[in-house]
């Protein structure tokens, strides 16, 4: 089997639909319509204009392009939030982006990765001494 391109959508829940439970999935997954529960993923949601998410997330990456989030994110490579989105809870993630107009209201903790703290710990240190002959 072919593996998807990085930006197709493997799943859609569209304007309309109401989900409730647990989502857990692989490839992209987006959002515009209204979640309850809990998402787990080591790929990528996105949560589209419109969508109204009330949901414990701990995925990769979260894209919010719009809508609403209420919960809890985790995502162990990025956040994304752009405005017209709406995110209350609290964040946490290595790297994090959050757009001029976008209404957040929690707390961020953006933790270096496994492999982050490897790369640093293997780069040699300079304490600024010099040798002389």
Known sequence: MDALPATEITALLGRGTRFEGKLYFEGRVRIDGLFKGEIKSDDTLIIGDGAEVHAEI???TVIVRGGAVHGNV????AIE????GKLIGNINSPSVYIERG???QGSCRM???ED???AAEARPVHDGAT???
């Open 58 to 60: 701990d995925v990769a």
């Open 116 to 118: 982050e703290r490897l």
């Open 131 to 133: 040798a002389r002959a």
């Open 81 to 84: 939030i752009h405005s017209p």
């Open 74 to 77: 985790r995502a162990s490579q």
């Open 111 to 113: 933790d270096v990765t």
């Open 102 to 104: 976008v209404e957040f």
